[in-house]
């Protein structure tokens, strides 16, 4: 701005900063988005400000600035919102694919051949790191063991997650380095799994992977933040221009904090500390503000109440179908539990708690029950998965206007597996979308990436299908529990930024929200659910800027 | 900025933004400041930009700019750039002003008495936790001992810092909390002081400390700001409107940000991280942008080479002359310095190495020689203290450009306990600020606050007498060693910017320079020492806005 009027004065007095009133116009698209009661809004042009928030679509007829900083043509093609993971955990899908990935083996043998490959590849890595294996997928009737692994490599340790993270597995060499023997005891809300003689058989599920992971050689900051770029690249590749990070340690945030100062965070991440000390020892006495332009923030606390069903970690409660002498895996007593959660709402934190089983679920609304009588006013506790509910505590979801975050590919890739881990009777509140929708509770979708591919897409097919990738099977799985393609597109979007209180800054377009958008190959509301699934997204713009586009 | 004129493109182009033109005056005062070349220059007020940049200065007789955003009057006041600390702890002073001080006792009875007041206000604390102790001031002639804090303290542990915080002490509950035996072994680089049959004594010099800092209850992220808070409320009071971290944890710097992320982080701090792993952790693969307009930056890393010299941790060539038997603390050998300093140097982290005693200096000097062929152009190796130096190790500091980051209070406290350590005949290369000078050595003047107080004024006078407050030694101590007055101030401003290359950033008034500056009750160029003392801050002022005024 130009100087202004002459202006003496003996106090001192600051003037209000002249705001940029500059403009810029993306134009000619077939645009598409949802207003926030989730009807369909469409339009041809997005006038927004120059630091990248929209100012009002433009319809067809809508005359255009005629000053403007700049315009982009479109050349008709499809704009959208960029999507809002709910729930995923960024670091993990970067370091998944900088490492050893067993997520697309069929067997134990061939995960063998890609494990014995690797390592010939590798021939400097002092232990070998990675993850993704599914014993259901493979079809092996039981956990992989150090036996197998050592098989493959016998000489230098090798550690593997389970493709949910809820267990580790172990070779002979990793079980020396990390001390574990037939005396170690399995820690609480953890299982070290047993061979002949009590000796360790090679995996440890949920808390008793801690065993391994002391010995396990820590990442280096820089491969932190290669693991973070190659995340961040995967997310914008897809559409995702946000996510909830459900449990973001000290380490991952400094990383974040690096790409922050250093201008190269491009996605919107929404963090939930790893537990209670995590969290505080980043947010001190509450949650940041928005940082880096509303690119993250750290808004709460991830909890864990249970492990998962892969690994009958899930606590339920009654026994498994298929293992009658277990429940599964309670991480805390209640008391425990409302402890923790009491601990983060004081500061105002919000409180993100891991539940799969039924046993797990029951725990975590008594206790928002119990708390929202200290703790008022508009909280949002989440409940991360909700994925085995008995039906008599569906309704409760709504009662203190739970945000039920759930994931839709988790139904479909876990279908045959849950059958098997709860029998028939139990699966009248498993992956309810539609009840608890009708319920009241806020339903926001994700894909608990790096456990299932981030590519929103699949999980917005599978919400209103109830199939997998096959088709399978057909009519769709317990099919009454779909919701509309239209709910689904809004759980994937502002469901995930109004679980994160963040419906005012992104999640949809509409004045004032953020310009985040994609352009893709084709129109998702026209689509088949299979020509849903092979949509391409051409572009992704975060904050009215280009920060992808594929080549 | 009103819209430009139209525009319409079919390509997407960004334009320049228009930056804000507005200014604002601070007038009438009477101003003075040093050039670069260390020349005393005096104004009348100060142009500055609407973010606080110094625009120009203005004599009595330029032409004052019609237009100004605002307009200070200060009335003919002295105003002079703010101080640059270039050694303190931040988080240190805070807590050691929020926790049991010692620092002003001048006997063990006194102290004892102290102890016992703040046990009986405090019933709440668990952990009685302090410092400022130093049995040198006391005339105790020995170290203090857990009897002596077991006669006031016996049913809860105690742990108080010694004022340089290089030996902690310890009553007996403490050392049972820690499980500290007569079987326990004095670390590498740290000492347990020994009684009767071997049983620990009570004080833990330099790496021993760790022993029992663990068993101590670790600060809360909110005690943390809270520190902060009277840290940054103390210097901004005595006109330090900058100052080197000398050892930034991860936990330190997660508080820094939340002030910053707050936008409370009014003074400027430049961080040295906390030896190799916080300094990695924290930067990542090298140090940060300055951050929040220039008010925080991670530039490098601190490393420690000795102890301290009150504790006979400093680490000399022969040995004490009080302790015939002790050449002090060497913290690693010669390669693991090398390296340390290496790995921080690959990254380009500055490094700041703390050497009190000449083995030390020696042995920094000979690291920097070895390292300069490897890593060139402008690195500013800091060798903190170089307190104690061999005359024929002084030298060396001009060689390489190597920062001498000093602290005339040091000088002023120690001079008698330094003869008793000493002996006269190494005193020659002791606190040899005018010689480090003379050799080319870059200067830096600071006060490793809490050890001294943060009061600049105090440094300055003693730096250009060798005189204490009390006016002693008459003539000054070894005044040959003396700098001018002008040398000093300039090792207190731009010496201290320069040191952690922010000399385009802050440390005089100058054109481009952050408009940092306080407002004083005197003339400091025509006070006496004693006067100079005696300085009253009344306003601070940190990118030309006021964060501090005397009430």
């Known amino acids: ?220 900051p820089k491969d932190r933040d290669s693991a973070f770029l190659k995340a961040q690249a995967t997310l914008l590749s897809l559409g995702v221009t946000a996510a909830a990070d459900m449990g973001t340690s000290v380490d991952d945030w400094l990383s974040y904090r690096r790409m922050g100062d250093r201008g190269a965070l491009r996605v919107r991440i929404i963090s939930y500390g790893m537990g209670i000390d995590d969290t505080v020892r980043i947010g001190g006495t509450g949650p940041t503000p928005w940082l880096y332009a509303d690119r993250l923030r750290l808004a709460g606390v991830k909890l864990y109440g249970d492990g998962a069903l892969g690994s009958r970690g899930a606590w339920l409660k009654a026994p498994y179908a298929d293992a009658p002498g277990e429940k599964g895996l309670g991480f805390q007593t209640d008391t425990v539990l409302r402890n923790l959660m009491s601990r983060a709402a004081m500061d105002k934190y919000q409180v993100a708690v891991h539940a799969i089983g039924d046993r797990a679920n029951a725990q975590v609304l008594d206790a928002i029950d119990e708390l929202s009588d200290t703790y008022g006013g508009d909280r949002r506790w989440r409940i991360e998965h909700a994925q085995v509910v008995d039906p008599a505590d569906l309704p409760r979801f709504g009662k203190h206007g739970v945000i039920a975050s759930m994931q839709p590919t988790h139904q479909t890739s876990d279908r045959t597996m849950a059958e098997a881990r709860l029998g028939a009777a139990r699966l009248t509140g498993a992956y309810a979308w539609h009840t608890m929708l009708a319920d009241g509770a806020g339903l926001a979708f994700g894909s608990d990436f790096p456990v299932e591919s981030p590519d929103p897409f699949a999980g917005w097919a599978a919400a209103f299908t109830r199939q997998g990738a096959d088709g399978m099977p057909p009519g769709g799985w317990r099919p009454e529990e779909a919701v509309t393609r239209e709910q689904a597109w809004k759980a994937f979007t502002q469901g995930g930024a109004y679980a994160a209180f963040a419906e005012t800054v992104f999640g949809r377009l509409a004045p004032g929200q953020r310009a985040d958008f994609i352009i893709v190959d084709r129109d998702p509301l026209a689509a088949s659910p299979a020509e849903l699934r092979q949509t391409k997204v051409e572009e992704t713009w975060v904050g009215g800027e280009k920060v992808w586009e594929r080549k």
Chains 1, 2 share one sequence.
């Open 1 to 220: 701005m130009a100087r202004l009027a002459p202006l003496l004065l003996l106090a001192v007095t600051i003037m209000a900063p002249v705001s940029a009133q500059a403009e810029a116009l993306v134009d000619n698209v077939n645009g598409m988005t949802l207003d926030a009661d989730g009807k369909v809004v469409r339009f041809t042009g997005i006038l927004m400000t120059a630091d990248g928030k929209v100012v009002r679509l433009l319809g067809a007829k809508d005359k255009r600035p005629d000053r403007l900083d700049w315009r982009a043509d479109m050349k008709g093609r499809v704009l959208m919102p960029g999507f809002v993971d709910a729930h995923g955990h960024v670091m993990e899908l970067g370091f998944r694919a900088l490492e050893l990935d067993l997520s697309d083996t069929r067997s134990l043998d061939e995960a063998k051949a890609k494990i014995a490959a690797y390592v010939a590849a590798n021939p400097d890595r002092k232990w070998i790191l990675g993850g993704g294996w599914n014993q259901e997928r493979w079809r092996l009737g039981r956990f992989p063991t150090a036996a197998d692994l050592d098989a493959v490599v016998g000489d230098k340790p090798v550690w593997l997650a389970r493709i949910d993270g809820h267990a580790g597995w172990a070779n002979s060499a990793a079980l020396r380095e990390a001390g574990i023997s037939a005396a170690t005891v399995s820690p609480p809300g953890g299982r070290i799994e047993k061979g002949a003689g009590g000796k360790p058989a090679g995996v440890f599920v949920d808390a008793a992977q801690a065993l391994m992971q002391k010995a396990v050689p820590q990442p280096l």
